[in-house]
């Protein structure tokens, strides 16, 4: 799939939505549906209290060594999770990454982050149809299908 303006456009919305996330590695995803965005993501920690999220102070000393990747809400999901029901049909995601060193990064979804993506594309009549992100080297759409088998 080729991109256009409109994808580059979207995709820096999405960059610009990534910096705004507190983790190590900034996320930011975007779902667009007939040019008109419906849904944001962007991921946060999974703190394990109230009282860790609001002082900072974790709960026990490993605490800190358990944060990995996979203890974030990944951006991914939380727009597919904040997108309205009804609504996937025919829309894009648009994923993006944000560096500590000021640079975009690579930002093809993790593998937890496809197959979601791939089951919310597979819904009867309700799926995605392409998905943007960044690979390194260059902006690249493909379906669903493609990014959970290529």
């Given amino acids: 799939m080729s991109i256009s303006k409109r994808d580059e456009y979207w995709y820096e919305q999405a960059l ?3 910096r705004s996330s507190i983790c190590k590695f900034t996320h930011g995803a975007i779902i667009v549906h007939k040019g008109k965005p419906i849904a944001y993501g962007v991921n946060i920690p999974c703190f394990r209290s109230v009282r860790e999220f609001t002082s900072g102070v974790p709960r026990d000393i490993h605490a800190e ?3 990995r990747r996979n203890e974030t809400t990944h951006a991914e999901v939380r727009a597919l999770l904040n997108s309205p029901r009804g609504k996937l049909e025919g829309s894009i995601l648009y994923s993006a ?4 060193r000021n ?3 690579p930002s093809c979804p993790c593998i937890s982050c496809k197959q979601i993506i791939f089951a919310a594309a597979r819904y009867p009549g309700k799926g995605i149809k ?3 992100y960044f690979d ?3 902006l690249v759409k493909v379906s669903p299908e493609e990014l959970y088998y290529g």
């Fill in 136 to 138: 390194g080297i260059d």
């Fill in 130 to 132: 392409a998905v943007v």
């Fill in 97 to 100: 990454r944000f560096t500590k």
């Fill in 16 to 18: 610009m939505l990534a």
């Fill in 103 to 105: 640079t975009e990064g």
């Fill in 65 to 67: 060594n358990r944060r």
